[in-house]
């Protein structure tokens, strides 16, 4: 352990470095770090930190949280549009640790009031109330593999509110026809879920299929959307 | 405000410790001063402003020779590659390598601890801000970007002099 001789803590400095101290204190400091070996290195290197920490940084994740009939929902965005829609159901933790291993060289930081946040939030309340049949949010898939972003678009602009696709119809749709398995892959790992609506691709024997929310969240959403004809043969 | 020089010289003097190091910074804040001079213009103001922009001049550089020097590089370095540092190279930024490290370490820290190093670092909210954001007083707000810049100092600067030294 450092012994801390002087009276500028370690804090002190840390404060001195990121301009959060009145002009007094300011120049106080200022004048100690000539004097003081110990707390100019220490300033030192929380200024090299401070310069990694933002020199290192990719642009900023937000995301938002908020009760719904489905439970807790997790909403993420970037400047260009919603990067994840999910339930994380073991809590805030969990959700920022999975956040920051999707985005490894983007803070990530919970920013409730960002628009695009607060926007889907409402979007989201009204189709859960049967009142919205489309959602108009800026979404970017850009972090996904250019196949999974195929496949996704195509279910984002040609399946819509209360229409379903089989695995192989959409495999057929973005000119693969005998990906029906990479399809299923892809839709699978759709993170930006109900908004871009996974839930709507289903198996050609009509069955429902899978679902990563668990399958009782695909029942509710096809239910929402005036789909229960589908559930009784699933 | 040049009558201020000598004591600003004799203050960066002592910071960097040598006389040559401390020429370099005092002709960076001299060009700082005149770019952007200070908006107050009472001699008191004047002064603290000099000294704010001296001593983080000063560190700056003492900062990039830490860098280089620590786990922050990767292998520590013997000597600069292209000799002395030029002004211009003083702030150069980290290697992938470099950067690769600091997102590991600030990826480690506790929820709040990372968020709000972020937020401070990254996005430079006020604390007030941040404290709305993580749902705390200003006070938890500060010891959270405190407890999270301590822990990442130990880690990335004290792992190296550790190895020098043993």
Known sequence: MTSQPCWVSEQGVLAFVEGDLEPEAELAVARHLGECEECREQAAEFRALEDAIASGAGETVRWHAFGTPFG????????????????????????????????????????????????????????????????????????LPAFSRRVLDA???????????????????????????????????????????????????????????????????????????????? | MEGFGPELRAHVRRMMGSADDAEDVLQRVWITAHRRPPEASEPGRVRSWLYRVATNAA???????????????????????????????????????????????VARLPTKQREAVWMR????????????????????????????????RAELFDVWKQEVTS
């Open chain 2, 121 to 152: 670092q990254v996005q430079e909210l006020p604390y007030d801000e941040i404290a709305g954001r993580l749902g705390c007083s200003e006070q938890s707000a500060r010891a959270n970007v405190y407890q999270g810049m301590k822990k990442l």
């Open chain 1, 72 to 143: 807790r929902m997790y909403v993420a965005a970037g400047e260009a549009g919603l990067v994840r829609v999910s339930w994380a159901p073991s809590g805030d933790e969990e959700w920022t640790r999975q956040l920051g291993e999707r985005f490894p060289d983007r803070p990530v930081v919970h920013d409730p009031g960002n628009a695009v946040l607060v926007e889907a939030e409402s979007q989201l309340h009204e189709y859960f109330d049967g009142g919205r049949e489309e959602f108009d949010l800026p979404i970017d898939l850009d972090a």
């Open chain 2, 59 to 105: 560190l700056d550089r003492l900062a990039a020779d830490r860098r280089r020097r620590t786990a922050l590089e990767g292998r520590p370095r013997a000597v600069a590659p292209d000799g002395p540092a030029a002004p211009d190279r003083i702030l150069e930024g980290l290697g992938p390598e470099g950067r690769r490290r600091v997102r590991e370490h």
């Open chain 1, 155 to 234: 279910l984002l602009h040609d399946v819509g509110f209360g229409q379903v696709v089989a695995y192989s119809e959409l495999a057929r749709r973005i000119g693969r026809p005998r990906a029906a398995r990479a399809v299923g892959n892809a839709v699978g790992r759709n993170p930006v879920a109900i908004v871009v609506p996974c839930h709507r691709v289903v198996r050609s024997d009509g069955s429902l299929g899978g679902y990563g929310g668990g399958v009782e969240f695909k029942e509710r959403l096809l239910t929402i959307e005036g789909r229960e004809d589908l559930l009784r043969a699933g």
